[in-house]
């Protein structure tokens, strides 16, 4: 005994270890059990991992150096200290960075597959990890939870792994795997938590899965699954969230669903199901959200949905639900906060009291043939976002923000609203809002001036009477959509258009302005989105709009301009119809220009 550990903390020593670490080591196990180093075949496993890992810009795997695999100096790796055996191997990376370039390339080694004593592995979120899910994890017996998300694994999912008798938690979401859905899954049931969303599956979930009885999560979301909605979901009494969207699965909603009392959420959204909403929907007690919509459901919404005590969001849009909504008794569904009927075969006349009455955060109502004036709110100041677009409402807005105090998004286009902008004051905090499409009249600067500017991202006017300037712009403007076309809107551009410095899409077709296209529009370098057709511009198009890399759609057709295109990506490949019924445009994708007169014609 003596001599082994004599030779353990030589070793240590040999692999360069800090002196202070080693003694810490030693001295803390000295009185205890024999600790373990790690297995040499667990180490080789690891380090089988590592080489297949090209880049690692996660920094993880730089810390996986010396002998002893178990000693916390590798990252992600615990292991059983008596025996030396890898238990653990959780990798991943920290939602918060989404979008950095942090991130492993390469493959899962099948040497993984030879860590026998592994009871969690969990790499996640490493992004460019290719290949397929090797075989060998199928020899991992003692695996209770193998979490391989957001990667970009591909191939099938291994039907071996339907040999872990342990599994508990499953979850292969955010890849690129294809196929059926193994039946042999069938055969985890101990599992718990599956989730294969986000993957290219098709087919339909197997009938196996009828023995996963101790199912607590189920998501099979973002996939190409079809076939019908299983009954047998409806016997996995645990079950606490369902989420089937955006699938093919067709047929009716099973009645069975209905009798899961501890349910929590569910989304059957964007499939193609058919049928009613049957009544039973109101004894699913523990509801909290319910999401149907994008299907062809028809029938009405059953009374019974007024039972449920802690749903908030409920989600039924894109169907063809019918008349008559029913009337929700005023102590009915308590938690609500978010609705949205929208395009259903709903003719609602005018928002239902029982809508406008409750403290709700979401409304949305678009195209449920609303009539007459905007609603009144009676508590106002809870809104969020309104949606009551695609509707025939008409009158004035004058009061309709009256106490909305926590407004950060409105939308009202398509209906045939008539005022003037002078007579509304925007919300502070308003972020966004829509009211294309009606008739509105005035002038832009009642909505685009120093008070809003901070807050405001997306603006669209377009499709009004709006006549006047466009105002100057501030320093400071968060807006990132401008759509103002299809009015009455004259004079410049101004130079300020400058400050927008986030604006992502700028639309101004179909109006009376005239004058230059600003140079100033260069500094524009969020760009994608460039309307400038059918107006009065003239002269040439500035040099500086080259520096617009991310330009991918631009507009000049029908002005008076002239001169030579910019001869740089994207400008000279927007196709020629984008540049067309202008006074003299040359350069490609026009014609070329003849010599130096265009700049002549320009003086
Ligand atoms: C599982 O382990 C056994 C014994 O080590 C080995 O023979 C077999 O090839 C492994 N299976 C896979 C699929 O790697
Ligand atoms: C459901 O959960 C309960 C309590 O957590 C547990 O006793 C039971 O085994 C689970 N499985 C089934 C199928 O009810
Ligand atoms: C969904 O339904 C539509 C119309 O009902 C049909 O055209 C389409 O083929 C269906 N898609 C699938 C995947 O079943
Ligand atoms: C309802 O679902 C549709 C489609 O899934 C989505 O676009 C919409 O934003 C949802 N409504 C709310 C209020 O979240
Ligand atoms: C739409 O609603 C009307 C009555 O409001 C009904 O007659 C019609 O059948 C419904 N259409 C569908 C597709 O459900
Ligand atoms: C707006 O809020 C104030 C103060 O809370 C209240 O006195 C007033 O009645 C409210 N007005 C409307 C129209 O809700
Ligand atoms: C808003 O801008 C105008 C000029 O456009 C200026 O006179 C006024 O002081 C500004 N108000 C605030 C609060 O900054
Ligand atoms: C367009 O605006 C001009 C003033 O700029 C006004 O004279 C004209 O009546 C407006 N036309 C329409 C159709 O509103």
Known sequence: ??????????????????????????????????????????????????????????????????????????????????????????????????????????????????????????????????????????????????ALEDNSLGGTIPPSLGHLPLLQTLSLNGNH????????????????????????????????????????????????????????????????????????????IPISLFSLTNLLDLSLSHNNLTGTIPDQVGTLKSLTTLQLSGNHLTGHLPLSISRLQNLWYLNLSRNAISNPLPVIPSSGIPSLLSIDLSYNNLSLGSVPDWIRSKALKDVNLAGCKLKGNLPRFIKPDSLSTIDLSDNYLVGGISGFFTNMSSLP??????????????????????????????????????????RTSSSLEVLDVSGNSISGHIPEFMVGSSLKVLNIGCNNISGRIPISISNLIDLERFDISRNHILGGIPPSLG?????????????????????????????????????????????????????????????????????????????????
């Not at 059983?80 to 653990?88: F, I």
């Not at 398509?414 to 829509?434: A, R, V």
């Open 1 to 146: 005994m003596q001599f082994w550990k004599w030779g353990f903390n030589l070793l240590l020593i040999s692999s360069s270890f800090f002196l202070s670490q080693f003694s810490q080591i030693f001295l803390s196990q000295l009185p205890q059990n024999v600790v373990s180093i790690c297995s040499e075949q667990d180490r080789a496993s690891l380090l089988g991992f590592k080489a297949s890992i090209l880049k690692d810009t996660t920094d993880t795997l730089s810390s996986w150096t010396g002998r002893d695999c178990c000693d916390g100096g590798w990252e992600g790796v615990e292991c059983n200290p008596s025996t030396g055996r890898v238990t653990t191997l959780q990798l991943q990376r920290p939602d918060s960075d989404k979008d950095s370039g942090i991130y492993m390339k390469g493959t899962l080694s099948s040497s993984l597959g030879n860590l026998g004593f592994l009871e969690v592995l969990v790499i996640s979120g490493m992004k460019h990890i290719t290949g397929p899910i090797p075989e060998s994890f199928s020899n991992l017996t003692r695996l209770t939870q193998l």
């Open 523 to 603: 500094m524009l370098l969020k760009l994608q989105w460039l309307d400038l057709s059918i107006n009065g511009l003239t002269g040439q198009i500035p040099s500086a709009l080259s520096q617009i890399v991310g330009l991918r759609h631009a507009n000049f057709r029908a002005n008076r301009l002239c001169g030579e295109i910019p001869q740089t990506r994207p400008f000279n490949i927007f196709p020629a119809v984008a540049y067309a019924h202008n006074l003299c445009l040359c350069g490609k994708p026009l014609l070329p220009c003849k010599g130096r007169n265009e700049e002549k014609i320009l003086q």
């Open 177 to 252: 795997l294809k196929g059926k859905i193994p039946p042999t899954l069938g055969s985890l049931t101990s599992l718990v938590q599956i989730n294969l969303a986000r993957n290219y599956l098709s087919d339909p979930i197997p009938l196996s899965f009828r023995t996963l009885k101790n199912l607590q999560y189920l998501d099979l979301s973002f996939n190409f699954l079809s076939g019908y909605v299983p009954d047998f979901v409806g016997q996995f009494q645990n079950l606490t969230f369902i989420d089937l969207s955006n699938n093919h699965f067709t047929g009716r």
């Open 409 to 450: 998004k409105l939308k009202l286009s398509h209906n045939q609203l008539k005022f003037d902008l002078s007579e509304i004051t925007l919300p502070i905090g308003l972020s966004s809002i829509d009211l294309q499409a009606n008739l509105i009249v005035g002038s832009l600067s009642s909505i685009i001036n120093n």
